[in-house]
């Protein structure tokens, strides 16, 4: 009876081989592949690498703020806010008066739950930057901070330097003087 043998994993792929002299020559390597460019497929899906948030219209959503560039994120996101509390009220109010009616409601709140995540979406480049800039604010002070370090070091380090002289020249001083 012979017994089958099977491994845990898959062997490597064969393109393994073209970096096996790498660590002697690194530019024996291939070039990695280009960045893909416009829309491809994954899973099935397309895909797109264009980084545009598609509009409440696209989606098929009914935009219930106003249109335009000049948005004021701030007092839209509160009216949408009072609005959803405002609704989500109501439907407490129909669940307990007329239970069957409240399908309306809840498609009222979604689409409120809707309109603010886009208002909250399209924050997000914004969000991004000044999280970038207070990273990057952050990393100045830390260098900055280990210079001041490094020079207290250096002078503490100086200073020993100049007392450890001090003392070697006193003792030569000693050593050469007769008693």
Do not use: C, W
Not at 74 to 88: A, D, G, P, S, V
Not at 90 to 107: G, N, T
Not at 112 to 128: C, E, G, T
């Amino acid at each position: 009876m012979a017994m089958a043998t099977s491994s845990a994993y898959p062997p490597p792929p064969p393109f393994y081989r073209l970096y096996k002299d790498f660590e002697q020559d690194p530019s024996s390597a291939p070039e990695p592949p280009p960045p893909i460019e416009g829309s491809y497929q994954l899973f099935g899906a397309t895909y797109t690498t264009d980084v545009v948030l598609p509009s409440l219209e696209d989606q098929g959503v009914r935009q219930l703020y106003p249109k335009g560039p000049d948005i004021d994120f701030k007092k839209e996101l509160r009216t949408l806010n009072r609005e959803l509390q405002l609704h989500i009220l109501e439907l407490a109010d129909i669940l307990v008066e007329r239970p069957s009616q409240y399908a309306r409601r809840v498609e009222d709140i979604s689409l409120i739950f809707k309109n603010l995540h886009h208002l909250l979406n399209s924050l997000r480049p914004h969000q991004a930057r000044a999280t970038l800039i207070h990273l990057l604010e952050s990393q100045i002070q830390r260098r900055k901070q280990a210079i001041e370090d490094i020079k207290q070091r250096r002078e503490e380090a100086q200073r020993l330097l100049g007392e450890s002289l001090v003392i070697i020249e006193g003792s030569q001083q000693q050593v050469m003087t007769p008693m």
